[in-house]
């Protein structure tokens, strides 16, 4: 069945058309219609799900450009510890093979502003690429810091090399964490912070803590679990055995969203607006913690 780019809900087979390993346990993905056919628009921040045939479905920011319509690019990064999703996508998708694609979405939208600080944090930097041009292209005044394990576990590097000053790469092998205090500052009204990349970056960037354990109440499996300070709420769960449903594990895609019954979230996420966020009535239980001592959740 041929997708139709005007309609929402857009899915098709797409074919991979070129495969690159941009760097260490990192591929880029490049997708088109197998017919020519253009695919749906697109603006940064979105994302796309394959549809794996190994009956998993996985979503991975788009980071090509948004006006290029006759492909879609996506990064890949290998996580050894997952459910066979990125194991999958380097180990069977190659120049010539087919998978199906639904999407795209978009939770993590640029939102117009006179400054930008962007700061990635290893393969979080693959949804900031198209956000770093849209703002570079606008004339906007931005500046992105961008982490990694190593220099060689950082893909985009020469993309990102023609902006010269505006970006700042610091592997952790040579400078440490990431100083997020010296580089966001306080930033003032007109400027605009996007942050992607692992929990404790994401909830550093936002200056809470990230060390903090609290009590979860799982109202259905009638179980209390503790959620220490390295662990999420989703990884809580699923040790105890609890089945959950949950894709991307990084707060883009809605999957593991939850009904709080009781407690008050402390919202990591890219899917929730301003207004669901303030209800607390739902959290993304793969990045959101807890607020208050206890949380009672639908689960």
């Excluded at 993905?29 to 998993?56: C, K």
């Excluded at 006006?67 to 290998?78: E, F, H, K, Q, S």
């Excluded at 220099?151 to 964490?177: C, K, N």
């Excluded at 105890?240 to 809605?254: D, M, N, Q, T």
């Amino acid at each position: 069945m041929k997708g139709n780019p005007t309609v929402a809900g857009y899915e098709a087979g797409l074919t991979v058309t070129r495969r690159v390993e941009a760097a260490e346990g990192v591929v880029l993905l490049t997708l088109r219609h197998p017919d020519g056919e253009p695919l749906p628009e697109w603006q940064p921040g979105a994302h796309v799900a394959l549809l794996l045939d190994n009956g998993l479905v996985r979503h991975y920011s788009l980071c090509g450009a948004p006006g290029d319509r006759t492909a879609w690019r996506i990064g890949v990064l290998r996580v050894p510890e997952s459910r066979g999703g990125s194991s999958y996508v380097h180990d069977e998708l190659h120049a010539g093979t087919s998978v199906r694609v639904r999407g795209p979405r978009n939770n993590f939208a640029l939102r117009p502003a006179r400054r930008y600080l962007f700061v990635a944090g290893g393969i979080g930097v693959t949804p900031l690429l198209p956000m770093v041009a849209a703002a570079h292209a606008a004339g906007a005044d931005w500046r992105l810091l961008y982490g990694g394990r190593t220099r060689s576990s950082m893909p985009f590097l020469d993309e990102l090399e023609p902006y010269g000053d505006a970006v700042t790469i610091r592997p952790q092998d040579r400078h440490g964490l990431l100083d997020l205090a010296a580089y966001l500052g306080r930033p003032d009204d007109d400027t605009l912070v996007y942050c992607c990349g692992p929990e404790p970056l994401l909830a550093a960037a936002q200056d809470e803590p990230a060390d903090t354990a609290f009590e979860v109440v799982l109202a259905q499996s009638g179980m209390t679990l503790q959620v220490p300070p390295e662990r999420s709420v989703l990884e809580a769960a699923r040790a105890a055995g609890v089945s959950v449903l949950y894709s991307c594990a990084e707060g883009i895609c809605g999957t593991c969203e939850t009904e709080v019954l009781e407690g008050q979230p402390d919202h990591r996420d890219s899917v929730l607006s301003d207004e669901e966020r303030e209800s607390g009535e739902t959290m993304m239980i793969c990045v959101s913690r807890s607020r208050s001592p206890r949380l009672v959740l639908d689960l």
